[in-house]
Structure formats: C-alpha cells, structure tokens
C-alpha cells in the first residue's frame, strides 16, 4: 500500500525559508500528483498547493513544491515565513486504486 | 464565489446512520466532483470516497466499503453521504471537498 510520512514538526523563525517533506512508500511519488493542504487550528482545511506545484487563486508564491524521485519525496516550501504561515500541513496522492492518500501532517511553528 | 455549504452538527448513538449534505454554488454542479472526508480529533485526513455528479458513478475507500453512501440531487446542486453502523470511531468532522481547491466548512459528528 502506498504510504506518505511527513515530519510531525518543524520550526523557523519569520522571514526565513522552511521545506516540509512529505515521502512516498509503497510506490513512486511522482507516478500522481500531489496536493498540500493548509489547516489553521479549529478551521477547515484550504488547499495552497495542487497538481504538483499550481496554487490556487489568493495563495501568494512564497508557496512552492517540487518533487524529487530519487528521494521519492514531495517537498513544500514558505518562503519568506511569516507568522500567519503557522499552522498543519497536509499532502496527498492516490494509492494504485486511486484512493486517495494523506500523509501524518506536519505542525509548522513560527518562532 | 465558488461556494460548498454543509448541513449542521450531529449527534448520534452507536449503532445509528448518519446523513451529511453539501450544497455547492458559484459553479456548475455537474462539472466537478464531489469527494468526502472526515478528521478524528488529532488526527489527519481521511479519504471516505466520491461521486461523479455527471453520472452518479461512485468510488470508495475500502475501509468504508459496504457502510458508506455517496448520491447527489443534481437539481439541488447536493451531494450526500450516509455512514451507517456508527461507532465512537467514526466521531469527526467531516468535510466535502470539490478538487482540488472548494472545501465545505464541515460537519461535527460525535457518537456516543
């Protein structure tokens, strides 16, 4: 079964640049797309990034992704961070039925 | 504006069903699917599954396979998902999502 694990936290301080990982298992990250979802605590969630690397209307490009087969990772970067950035960041893909899959989420901490 | 409007909070026994709606604006219904999916407290998403609202098709994810319901009422622009046999498990917020980007503001269901 294809599995995404992302780091349970990371922190950095406002204005700096931080890369949340989110890595594949059971399969090739790059074989579906991935999307990164955003979660402010006690709100819904609001997708910044799909289909690899578009963001939405209204998300500003200091959201980037990219991915890297050779680490069969995902990566999404903020940069500059600022303190509104903190919040719980999701990726997801599709397994080989084209379920579709989360990874653990990560807790960013603006310092 | 883009909009997916979901019904009121629930609050239900073991054993009992759940029905959830999602209404959508702002767009075409039948052009864009419906998925679904839910957080436990503390946790991180799960996928429950989604309907093609052009033709009804429905996919789910095995867990829920046999116990879990997607339809939509394309004159009412509404999608629904029934989840029976309820246990406190399957106490959540549930969420609509039309991929990638329109979320519903989710649903609270607690079981007890």
């Known amino acids: 079964n294809f599995m995404l694990t992302q780091p349970p936290s990371v922190s950095e301080s406002p204005g700096k640049a931080v890369t949340i990982s989110c890595t594949g298992s059971?399969?090739?990250?790059?074989?579906?797309?991935i999307q990164w979802y955003r979660q402010r605590p006690g709100s819904a969630p609001t997708t910044v990034i799909y289909?690899?690397?578009?963001?939405p209307s209204g998300v500003p490009d200091r959201f980037s992704a990219s991915i890297d087969s050779s680490s069969n990772s995902a990566f999404l970067t903020i940069s500059p961070l600022k303190s509104e950035d903190e919040a719980a960041y999701y990726c997801?893909?599709?397994?080989?039925?084209?379920?579709?899959?989360f990874g653990g989420g990560t807790n960013l901490t603006v310092l | 504006q883009v909009q997916l409007v979901q019904s009121g909070a629930e609050v239900k026994k073991s054993g009992d069903s759940v029905s959830l709606s999602c209404k959508a604006s702002?767009?075409?219904?039948?052009?864009?699917?419906i998925h679904w999916l839910r957080q436990a407290p503390g946790q991180s998403l799960e996928w429950l599954g989604w309907?093609?609202?052009?033709?009804?098709?429905?996919k789910y994810s095995g867990k829920f396979q046999g116990r879990v319901t997607i339809t939509r009422v394309t004159s009412a622009a509404t999608s629904y998902m029934q989840l029976t046999s309820l246990t406190a498990e399957d106490t959540a917020v549930y969420y609509c999502?039309?991929?990638?980007?329109?979320w519903g503001q989710g649903t609270p269901v607690t079981v007890s």
């Open positions: 059971g399969g090739s990250i790059d074989t579906n797309f």
């Open positions: 702002g767009y075409t219904f039948t052009r864009y699917s």
């Open positions: 289909e690899d690397d578009q963001r």
């Open positions: 997801q893909s599709y397994d080989a039925t084209s379920s579709w899959v």
């Open positions: 999502l039309s991929p990638y980007v329109h």
């Open positions: 309907i093609n609202t052009g033709n009804g098709t429905t």
